[in-house]
Structure formats: C-alpha cells, structure tokens
C-alpha cells in the first residue's frame, strides 16, 4: 500500500471512530467547545479532501450528531460535488434522515437555513422528508416553531389546521383535528394537558403552576418507553407510582445507564429484575450471533474517568457495563475482567486510576480467540503499562495473532483528533452503543494497516449498498 493510501485509510477511520464516538459534548478530560471545535475541523478536513467516502459514512453506525452534520455539509457544499456525486448523496441523505429523531432533522433544516442553503435540491429533500411523517398534526405541536421555520423556508404546502396552528393559532374558536384541538384548549384548561405529547404537555403544566407529581400521574399514559425510562428517579423523588417502566424493552445501552444510576444498596435489591433485564436486551442485540465468538475475554475499564461528564455522567462505565452482557451472549466461553471490581457487575462503580498493563495480562494468560478492551485509553497505572504489554504478546508470545485483540473507546480525544489508542499493533475504534459492537469490530480491521485503501472503499460501498437496500425495502 502506497503511503498516500494509507495516510487517506487513517484519516478516513479516524473520521469514523470520531463520529462514533464524539457527541459534542463536555468529556471527562475535555470541554464541550474543545469537542466541537475538534469535530467541526475533522468533518471540514474529510469532507474536502474524501468528499465521496464522507458521504459513505451516511451507511455507518456514527452518531445521529454527526449524521446530522453530514447531511448539512454535504447540502451546504452541492457546488463542490459531481452530478454522479449528488446522485448518490441524495439517496444517502434521504435514506439517513428517515432513521434520525425528528429533532434531530429540523435542527439540520434549521442549521440549513442560517447557511442560506435554499435551492431546489434542498427544498425538495425538506418536502419530501416532512411529507413522509406519520402524523403532521404531532409535528405542529411537539415541534412547532422548527416546523414553522422549514415550512417558509421550503416554501412547503401543509395541511390546513396545521399550517393554522404554525402562524394563526389563536384565530380558530376550534379544530377539527383532536390533537390541535386539545392542544389548544390545553392553554386554558389543565385537562387538556393529559391528550398531550409530553414534552408538549410539561411546558404548559409549568405555565400552569401543576404539582408535578400531580403532572406526572396524569401523563403517565401518554409517555413512550424511552421517556419513562428517562424520568424514572424524577418519578420516584416525587412518589409519581404511575410512572413505570417495562425494562424487557429497554435498548442494551440505554439500560445500562439506568442501572448505573440507581443506588447500590436499590441494585441489590432489585438484582435479579436488573440482570435479567440486561440478560435480555444483550439477547435482543446479538440476534442470530448469539454462541458464534467463541472464547472470549473482556478487559473492562471502571476506572475513576469511566465516571465521564456531568452532561454524560456514567456514559463510559455504562457502555462497559453494556458490552459485558452483550459478549457474555456473543461468547461460547466468556470471562469479564474488570480493572477494579470484583463479583457481580452490576455492582461496578468507577474508582480508582487505569492499571489496563495489570488486567490485560490476566486476561492474556487465558489465550482467548478475542480479547475484547473497553477504555478510553488513558493507561497511567504506571503509563505505558498496556502497550508494552500488548506490544511483546504480538511480537513474541502471539506473532501468528492466534488470539485477535480489538480496542472498543467510548470517548473522543479532542487534541488527537481521534479515540486515545494503546498500541499502534491493536485495532482501536469509537464506540457510544454496546449493540454496535459487532458491526465496530469488523471495521477494526482498517485501523492497523492490516487492510488497504482499495479494500476500505469496497467495504463502504458495500454498506452503502445494503443501507439503502435496506431503507428502500423498509415499511
């Protein structure tokens, strides 16, 4: 591989890693705006030097931020781009924007208004993707005023009462629609409030001065699993018992981060609910790989900076947590080697420094098919520790890699520019959800020089194809 090749592989996994892996916001070891500042030169950096395998990574499992952010440049940059090229991003785009959260789309739209992106391509892209929601009537209230801004800016044709709701709502005397009826009955009448979508309803219950364990208990009904997941504490500080959560349905990760937000004397308690809970969502995410990894060791970092940020409080011990379950379902044979806990993992609280060297010994001794390391890298107990010690098992223990070692990292290094690396000889790629694990370790491959650039570029064509196969067959 020429040196050109692979400096654009690096640079093209490392773009991938970092949007995996980075949401933007406060890290244990870095800001929010150093976060930003970082990935907003990364995307500038991919986008004009691989315009083509940027818009590829639309096919990948990076975050919805940076989804978001790729769709916004690649709209912003049409003039840079062929017309096979904008062929080709259009379905890419179209196809993303359909799996990203609502919210998430009309913050790009709105992003794509202050650029002053308003031709034709982009309109039509704003039409047909608000057209294709289920519910216009939802969308006028639960996101009225970026609906209202795409609206002009597209200059698109909507439904009567819903264009009624976005510019003259006070003007009707009553809707036809029940949504937009109850939510406009809902800023005079506290009844009301309870046909509402919550997010809706809790900003005209604070207006309304309602108690909010009185709030809760009446909305109760209309929240979905993701909300009353998110609102469980909140719940249970105000005694709102209506408030429950079926955790058989919780995603892998998301449950984790629960879990990890419990006390440990309620985690106890409640032991048996949480471990089948896991057990099961680990099930859910591994599918048809289920007992096919073999033997398999996980070196799990629970260190103090696992603890993460007070805007991701827990996320790095929680992805660990989530990894645990999800390779004790992937594994014939599986032990999980924690830094500094021992016993029952639910119980794992972060503590104390990173003493990876320590730990991956231990879990070498066992010469496992895969070793699997969950850390955001920072090896300080001493430094170096784990890449001396991974650097004489591949070149003097294991030189035929009978056991393949792969480095999953929650976090993004804001100053490098990519996730902290151990060793130059292991595989390091981003990770913020436990389920992409096995999809992640497939791309791992490209990060140590093991696979050329001709090969990368086969493997993102071939997800963009099974993507928008995928999205295309979808209902």
Same mark, same amino acid.
């Given at each position: 591989?020429?040196?050109?090749?692979?400096?654009?592989?690096?640079?093209?996994?490392?773009?991938?890693?970092?949007?995996?892996?980075?949401?933007?916001?406060?890290?244990?070891?870095?800001?929010?705006?150093?976060?930003?500042?970082?990935?907003?030169?990364?995307?500038?950096?991919?986008?004009?030097?691989?315009?083509?395998?940027?818009?590829?990574?639309?096919?990948?499992?990076?975050?919805?931020?940076?989804?978001?952010?790729?769709?916004?440049?690649?709209?912003?940059?049409?003039?840079?781009?062929?017309?096979?090229?904008?062929?080709?991003?259009?379905?890419?785009?179209?196809?993303?924007?359909?799996?990203?959260?609502?919210?998430?789309?009309?913050?790009?739209?709105?992003?794509?208004?202050?650029? &002053?992106?308003?031709?034709?391509?982009?309109?039509?892209?704003?039409?047909?993707?608000?057209?294709?929601?289920?519910?216009?009537?939802?969308?006028?209230?639960?996101?009225?005023?970026?609906?209202?801004?795409?609206?002009?800016?597209?200059?698109?044709?909507?439904?009567?009462?819903?264009?009624?709701?976005?510019?003259?709502?006070?003007?009707?005397?009553?809707?036809?629609?029940?949504?937009?009826?109850?939510?406009?009955?809902?800023?005079?009448?506290?009844?009301?409030?309870?046909?509402?979508?919550?997010?809706?309803?809790? &900003?005209?219950?604070?207006? %309304?001065?309602?108690?909010?364990?009185?709030?809760?208990?009446?909305?109760?009904?209309?929240?979905?699993?993701?909300?009353?997941?998110?609102?469980?504490?909140?719940?249970?500080?105000?005694?709102?018992?209506?408030?429950?959560?079926?955790?058989?349905?919780?995603?892998?990760?998301?449950?984790?981060?629960?879990?990890?937000?419990?006390?440990?004397?309620?985690?106890?308690?409640?032991?048996?609910?949480?471990?089948?809970?896991?057990?099961?969502?680990?099930?859910?995410?591994?599918?048809?790989?289920? &007992?096919?990894?073999?033997?398999?060791?996980?070196?799990?970092?629970?260190?103090?900076?696992?603890?993460?940020?007070?805007?991701?409080?827990?996320?790095?011990?929680?992805?660990?947590?989530?990894?645990?379950?999800?390779?004790?379902?992937?594994?014939?044979?599986?032990?999980?080697?924690?830094?500094?806990?021992?016993?029952?993992?639910?119980?794992?609280?972060?503590?104390?420094?990173?003493?990876?060297?320590?730990?991956?010994?231990?879990?070498?001794?066992?010469?496992?098919?895969?070793?699997?390391?969950?850390?955001?890298?920072?090896?300080?107990?001493?430094?170096?520790?784990?890449?001396?010690?991974?650097?004489?098992?591949?070149?003097?223990?294991?030189? %035929?890699?009978?056991?393949?070692?792969?480095?999953?990292?929650?976090?993004?290094?804001?100053?490098?520019?990519?996730?902290?690396?151990?060793?130059?000889?292991?595989?390091?790629?981003?990770?913020?959800?436990?389920?992409?694990?096995?999809?992640?370790?497939?791309?791992?491959?490209?990060?140590?020089?093991?696979?050329?650039?001709?090969?990368?570029?086969?493997?993102?064509?071939?997800?963009?194809?099974?993507?928008?196969?995928?999205?295309?067959?979808?209902?």
């Amino acid at each position: 591989m020429s040196q050109a090749d692979r400096v654009a592989c690096e640079d093209v996994v490392m773009f991938v890693n970092a949007a995996i892996a980075s949401t933007g916001q406060r890290e244990f070891r870095s800001t929010a705006a150093e976060q930003r500042l970082s990935l907003d030169f990364l995307h500038e950096y991919v986008l004009g030097n691989y315009r083509d395998l940027y818009t590829a990574t639309l096919a990948l499992d990076i975050n919805d931020r940076n989804a978001a952010m790729v769709v916004t440049n690649l709209l912003r940059t049409a003039r840079s781009a062929t017309a096979g090229q904008r062929a080709v991003e259009g379905r890419l785009i179209a196809a993303r924007l359909r799996t990203l959260p609502p919210q998430r789309v009309y913050a790009a739209f709105r992003d794509l208004r202050r650029h &002053g992106v308003n031709n034709r391509r982009t309109r039509a892209i704003m039409r047909d993707w608000v057209n294709a929601r289920p519910d216009p009537a939802f969308d006028a209230v639960k996101y009225r005023r970026s609906l209202s801004v795409v609206a002009r800016h597209a200059h698109l044709a909507l439904p009567a009462e819903v264009g009624t709701v976005l510019f003259d709502w006070r003007r009707p005397k009553r809707y036809d629609t029940p949504l937009l009826e109850s939510w406009r009955r809902a800023h005079y009448e506290q009844r009301a409030l309870y046909d509402l979508p919550y997010t809706v309803a809790e &900003g005209l219950a604070a207006r %309304h001065g309602i108690d909010r364990r009185r709030f809760l208990t009446g909305i109760a009904p209309k929240l979905t699993d993701t909300e009353r997941l998110r609102l469980q504490a909140s719940a249970e500080r105000h005694r709102a018992d209506a408030v429950t959560m079926d955790l058989a349905t919780a995603p892998l990760t998301r449950l984790a981060t629960y879990v990890l937000s419990l006390s440990r004397p309620e985690r106890v308690r409640r032991r048996d609910e949480l471990t089948d809970a896991l057990r099961a969502a680990a099930r859910r995410a591994a599918r048809r790989q289920a &007992g096919t990894w073999g033997r398999v060791v996980a070196v799990l970092d629970d260190s103090y900076s696992a603890a993460g940020s007070g805007t991701k409080r827990r996320r790095p011990l929680a992805v660990a947590l989530a990894t645990h379950y999800l390779l004790e379902v992937l594994a014939t044979e599986y032990a999980g080697l924690w830094l500094t806990h021992r016993g029952d993992p639910l119980l794992v609280h972060p503590l104390g420094a990173t003493n990876l060297g320590e730990r991956l010994l231990d879990g070498l001794e066992r010469r496992p098919e895969r070793l699997v390391i969950v850390s955001d890298g920072w090896d300080n107990a001493p430094p170096g520790a784990a890449a001396e010690v991974l650097r004489v098992w591949a070149t003097r223990l294991d030189p %035929h890699r009978a056991t393949d070692v792969v480095h999953l990292n929650p976090v993004y290094d804001a100053d490098t520019f990519d996730v902290r690396r151990l060793a130059p000889t292991v595989a390091t790629v981003g990770i913020r959800d436990a389920e992409d694990a096995p999809a992640l370790i497939e791309l791992a491959r490209f990060a140590t020089g093991q696979a050329n650039f001709a090969e990368l570029r086969r493997h993102l064509a071939d997800r963009v194809e099974r993507f928008l196969v995928a999205s295309e067959v979808a209902p």
